[in-house]
């Protein structure tokens, strides 16, 4: 069961502003019936003053979606175009008394449906709201735009918070590579391993590029693989060939191959790309 | 409020008996069994007597029941034991529709100990292909584990039939049966199952405790090794309480056979005929013969679950469904989708699971509270047929 705010009950036995406005003159649609939620805001913009004149929504979702899409109405009531655009995916889950974290994507898509309501009625989109970038999660159909937007606002820092956000990353899990390489993006200012420059590359003796080697591997790979209840352990470094032997359960484990691929294309990202991994004999 | 419990599939009270039975263990006679003296020694003879009920209930004998801490652990202990003991058998054969306990067990066994697990698929009523049952099954194989009935929708599997199959090319039987026991009749005597699981609370007992079938001469290899309790198959100190309540729950199971299978299945038809006529484009999920009695999972179309299930919470109407949003996964049920259920309906699914406890007029209610459910979010929702020609009015 969840824990719901009473506010976010409250909005949702008693949803404000629901059904079809008849005189809209800017539609926002979002979601679908395949992805278990689908959101349709209907605007009434006065085009002299740019002001949301009236609002409301039709809901296919959960308790949190239909409340927060009540919430979403409420908040934008009154407001300029301009005013409204800066509401945030936090706000509406703050006007809520707050949603629990696996629900954070109800209010993400409230405010996603405003933006594609805004590009309807300035006349640049379709109603349906267009997706924009690289398809990233298929099973959802969330974009790497989408992803990023929802890690920068929110400063989400794992796969689940931006599965909780995005619902990106939820089905299948084939996305959770390019999922983390998006965060490792956003988040590149404050990253704890930075990758060498061309220049450090020419420099830098054998050893210290097995420093950084090691520390890539202790920082980044080998946590994930403990989880598994496997391990790996640097062999040596033969000019740009890392040798590594994987231990635990990745030793016997029939896909240990995709786990030398993936260390290789995390070394290649954060150490430098021309490395190769191999598998040292036993 | 007066709370409606249609939600039996997920847990059931601890009946009046069950619960009359087992208090004095707590408080009076809390010796253990395993000692010398009489004040322990005496509450030994009721773990004799709770085996015997549990066998007859099953159709087996008592030495082939080993008391568990539920069917969690009893599907672990049997597939575990059936790959241990054939170490050169390297497949599993299950189906896509089983309850986790043995789903990512079976998972967990592919991807970390390299065993090769055959899915088996389900038809769009739930059921398998036993042409298909045929084929997986090899000179390779363990152990097949198969669900005697499905938690969710209440379809039952052949698995008397399948176990045969299994025989045949020297492979072991597990049935997960945890939702069978106790709502229809089963006689292991002549079967070729190997492991039967069960939970306790599934039947009016208390949860924590369940038990295992293991066909004698079955070769077994324990789980939870410890001391000698049960004849050295589960070492622990047994859970009196909890065995005595299963026994006194298995007697009641027989005694209420006859009222299971007329009065709960009757309430159980009159609540599906009372919704299907009532709510437009809703669908039984799974097939209408091959069922538990107690069972009924219907498909609502544009609607989503947890919506449904919040509004007859207010109604005090306890029920489940499979859409996504209840399951904290953002995947609806892996059950309704094995079977090829429509999206559409597939988030709209509620389970109703009855018991004996529940009365002709609660299920009145529950028929006609939940088409105004349904009509109201069905008014919310932008799917309804009559508002999806909205068009975009761009200035």
Redesign the interface.
Known sequence: MWEYTEKVKEHFFKPRNVGALTDANAVGEVGSLACGDALKLFLKIDPETDKIVDASFQTFGCGSAIASSSALTEMIKGKTVEEALKITNQDIADYLGGLPKEKMHCSVMGRDAFQAAVACYRGDKAPREEIEGELVCECFGVTDDQIRRAVKENNLSTIQEVTDYTKAGGGCGLCHEKIERIIAEVKGANKTTEPLSAKARKTMTNIQKIAKIQEVLEKEIRPSLNQDGGDVELIDLEGDVVKIALRGLCSSCPSSSLTKAGIESKLRELVYPDLVVEEAPQ | MKTIYLDNNATTRVADEVFETIRPFFTERYGNPSSMHFFGGSVGREIVNARESMAELLGASPQEIVFTSGGTESDSTSILSALSTMPDRREIVTTKVEHPAVLNLCKYLA????YTVRWLSVDKFGKLDMQEVKRAITDNTAIVSVMWANNETGVMFPIEEISEIAAARGALTHTDAVQAVGKIPINLGKSNINFLSLSGHKLHAPKGIGALYIKRGTRFSPFMIGGHQEFSRRGGTENVPGIVGLGCAARLAMKNFQEENIRVKNMRDRLQHGLLEKVSQSRVNGHIEARLPNTLNIGFE??????IL??MD?KGICASSG????S?????SHVLRAMGVP??AV?GSIRFSLSRYNTEDEIEYVIEETPKIISTLR??????VE?MN??????
């Open positions: 991807r970390a100990k390299g544009f609607v989503e679950g947890e919506a919040m509004r207010e859409s996504a949003c209840t904290g996964s953002l995947e609806p999206f559409t988030h008014a919310m929702s932008p799917f309804n508002n909205t068009a975009c009015i761009v200035q």
